[in-house]
């Protein structure tokens, strides 16, 4: 599927509506890419600046099962790893505040800020 943009609130709010706030949701798998590297001529560290995160999630439900969202500019990233509690996802909140777009769980243990976020349906086979 081809990747939209969420570049405003109402694209928030109609991506939101879509997903029913994450309800009966639950991350499955994310990659992350820090940007930083090492020159190997040299050995010197040049330092990232566009922190990308690819983010899946699976819903219960019959439309838009599993999403994948691609986070650019990643500010804040953390995922609540606790083992003796459920990683089913309730509800989440999503906004933009100061140049970030800013998600979040009911606990705000599992929480992410990113200055640009895609996202796109991955169709099972």
């Given at each position: ?5 969420i ?7 109609k991506?939101m ?14 990659t992350y890419?820090s940007?930083?590297y ?5 050995l010197?560290m040049v ?6 995160v ?36 309730q509800?989440a909140?999503f ?5 970030e ?7 705000e243990?599992?929480?992410?800020k ?12």
């Amino acid at each position: 599927m081809e990747w939209k943009q969420i570049k405003n609130e109402t694209d928030i709010v109609k991506l939101m509506d879509l997903l029913n706030h994450f309800h009966d949701s639950c991350i499955t798998g994310l990659t992350y890419s820090s940007s930083t590297y090492v020159v190997e001529s040299d050995l010197s560290m040049v330092m990232g600046t566009n922190p990308v995160v690819k983010l899946m999630i699976q819903r219960q439900a019959d439309t838009l099962t599993t999403i994948e969202f691609y986070l650019e500019g990643v500010t804040h990233f953390c995922i609540n790893n606790d083992l003796n509690t459920s990683s089913e996802i309730q509800e989440a909140n999503f906004y933009y505040k100061n140049g970030e777009f800013h998600w979040n769980v009911d606990d705000e243990m599992t929480s992410f800020k990113c200055k640009k976020i895609s996202w796109r349906e991955i169709l099972k086979k």
